[in-house]
């Protein structure tokens, strides 16, 4: 954006409106005092002339200099080409009201200059008039400075808010701004009209006078009862927002106006019942992958591909499944796994780790991965850990119920693996076959749980919680494996889960 330009169109706007209505009060008033004078000092003479053209000249230097200091307290970020700070952001927002001010009080100045000018001149009735008159020509300069000072400077607000809105802003809302409309518009010239008789010796007001009134006080009845019906929609529609916002869902607005206002309230409505659409999908999306995976899903695009990460897998396995389906009724095994499942989530989320997926009667758990874990050796073996205790308690309600457990750790790529229209985010590497061959393992041993040598190694401290187990040759691998089982309790007894067998 051209910050040249844009001062330069402002400052053009801002001094051109206040010389017009500069002139236009000049022409009034000189109107006005044809009329009736009652001596020979008039504001339009020619010391009045004069006096006018030294105030404009004045207010025109005056005017570029608060103009230029108020722009340039604005909009440095907009000349550094950065995001605004949020005192920057809020003088942006207030632009238009603090130019309309400047002006303001440059308005304010010529009431005194020019009442004291009419005083000296000895003539009363004009201080009167000249006051009234230049007061209804700075209320409508200001406003109109305004209007179009707010309206040049939508762009740039735009790019302010950009980064979202400021905690604490002066603006000028809905209601004021119509005000302004009218008071522009009819309010200041029909009390203008109104006030004109003042001065002029008449016992009774005119009947255009009264007829100003008339049209001033029906047409602020009108604006106001409009203003209040329109604001109070725009409102109900705002808090609205702000609920949806805070994360409140269950919002919906009584459609009552079959205008704009309405089809904005409809289309609220519509917008709300898709967010809690896709909460729900999202919701379900991330029961069925992992929280991780959904939110890495929604906030970096999906796609086929992977990348190396340092992970920890950990595979739980029922032992003696296909026995325990022959001969257990398929909703109590249901009612197992279900309740297995339930501690398997648990104890991997409690680490950080999310479960990959279930496979029939197991599951395979990873840490590391979609986020950075540098600890997720330790994580995933405090879960295995956990989970050992888990199975112990569960076997209270199902006996026959008996797991495999095996960790291991290294280098795996992680990302999405399937085709363009169905995939899945998983890991695939050396560690995961590890922990599977490792869970084979460890259904021969008490402990249920075997552990390898990589994935002790690097968890630190909870590397102590573990103890040799042996070097096992596992199935599919040349090179040997040294195993790791969970140390012996606090109170020194080696809980296992279960009588060793073998799976089936």
């Known amino acids: 954006m051209d910050v040249r330009r844009l001062v330069g169109v402002l400052l053009a706007r801002f001094g051109g409106a206040n010389v017009v209505g500069a002139v236009v009060v000049f022409v009034y008033q000189t109107y006005v005092n044809d009329g009736e004078p009652e001596s020979d000092g008039r504001f339009d003479d020619h010391a009045g002339v004069m006096v006018f053209l030294a105030y404009l000249a004045v207010t025109l230097v005056v005017g570029t200099v608060l103009a230029l200091r108020t722009t340039g307290r ?6 550094d080409e950065r995001p605004p700070t949020d005192a920057e952001r809020s003088a942006t927002l207030r632009l238009p009201y603090d130019l309309a001010r400047d002006g303001a009080g440059l308005w304010l100045g010529a009431v005194v200059v020019f009442a004291v000018f009419n005083a000296l001149d000895g003539l009363p009735t004009e201080v009167l008039r000249v006051t009234v008159g230049i007061v209804l020509g700075g209320l409508s300069t200001t406003a109109l400075t305004f209007l179009l000072l707010d309206r040049r400077l939508r762009p740039v607000v735009a790019l302010a808010l950009a980064d979202g809105m400021p905690a604490h802003v002066r603006s000028v809302g809905l209601r004021p701004r119509l005000l302004l409309a009218w008071a522009l518009g009819s309010g200041i010239p029909l009390l203008a009209v109104a006030v004109s008789p003042l001065g002029r010796g008449d016992e009774s007001p005119s009947d255009l006078a009264v007829l100003a009134v008339i049209g001033l006080l029906s047409g602020g009845l009108m604006i106001a009862v409009v203003t209040r019906s329109l604001t ?3 409102t109900r529609v705002r808090v609205a927002l702000s609920r949806v916002q805070s994360g409140d869902l269950d919002v919906e607005l009584e459609v009552d106006e079959g205008g704009e206002l309405g089809l904005l309230q409809r289309g609220l409505n519509e917008m709300v019942a898709g ?6 999908l999202q919701e379900l999306f991330g029961r069925h992958v992992g929280e991780e995976v959904a939110r890495q899903a ?3 695009g999906t796609g086929l591909g992977g990348e190396q990460r340092e992970v920890s897998v950990l595979f739980i396995d029922v032992v003696r499944s296909t026995s325990l389906a022959a ?3 398929a909703t109590e095994v249901v009612a197992m796994l279900n309740g297995l499942f339930g501690a398997v989530v648990r104890c991997a989320a409690a680490e950080g780790g999310w479960v990959n997926k279930f496979e029939g009667d197991g599951a395979l758990c990873v840490f590391g991965a979609p986020e950075d874990q540098p600890d997720h050796a330790a994580r995933a073996l405090r879960a295995a850990r956990a989970m050992r205790e888990d199975v112990i308690a ?6 026959e119920l008996d797991v495999g457990i095996g960790v291991s750790s290294g280098t795996a790529v992680a990302g999405n693996v399937g085709a363009e229209e169905r995939y899945e985010y998983t890991v695939v590497g050396d560690p995961v076959n590890e922990a599977a061959r490792l869970t084979e393992a460890a259904k021969t041993v008490p402990e249920r749980v075997l552990a390898s040598g990589g994935a002790v190694g690097t968890a630190g401290a909870e590397g102590a919680c573990w103890r040799p187990a042996g070097t096992l040759t596992l199935r599919g691998r040349a090179i040997p494996t040294e195993a790791y089982a969970p140390s012996p309790t606090r ?3 080696d809980v296992s889960v279960g009588p060793a067998t073998t799976s089936s």
């Open 74 to 79: 604005a909009l440095p970020w907009l000349v």
């Open 275 to 280: 967010l809690r659409e896709r909460r729900r």
């Open 491 to 493: 109170d020194g007894q």
């Open 327 to 329: 001969t257990r009724p």
């Open 232 to 234: 109070e929609r725009v």
């Open 394 to 399: 569960l076997r209270r309600t199902w006996p």
């Open 298 to 300: 929604l906030e970096r």
